[in-house]
């Protein structure tokens, strides 16, 4: 990652912890403060688009969840939800066993 990045990146974190919109304007004013001088606009306004209309806190704290997950089934509905999914699993398993026969030779032939 570019110092331009990265610089953009922290003025956009800390935009967001002060509770204030995230704009170009303000990613550029907040890297001019911090004297960090190889930053092209672009790189505020790429920012500033794709942070728009987005909780930053909210991005932050959702890291690791890897995006909408299902809602959980109740107790009693996930094991009847696991059971067809192992079933499923042995009929491919022997489907592919079968497979072998109907070749006309075996591991040992």
Do not use: H
Not at 1 to 19: K, Q
Not at 39 to 60: M, Q, S, Y
Request: no cysteine; glycine share 10%; proline share 3%.
């Amino acid at each position: 990652m570019s110092n331009a990045e990265l610089a953009a990146s922290y003025a956009a974190l800390i935009l967001a912890d002060d509770g204030v919109d995230i704009t170009a304007d303000k990613l550029q004013t907040i890297i001019k403060a911090a004297k960090v001088e190889d930053v092209e606009p672009i790189w505020t306004t790429l920012f500033a688009k794709a942070l728009d209309g987005k909780d930053v806190k909210d991005l932050l704290l959702n890291v690791g969840s890897g995006g909408g997950a299902a809602a959980a089934p109740a107790a009693g509905g996930a094991a009847a939800a696991d059971a067809p999914a192992e079933e499923a699993k042995e009929e491919k398993a022997e489907e592919k066993e079968e497979s072998d026969d109907d070749m006309g030779f075996g591991l040992f032939d």
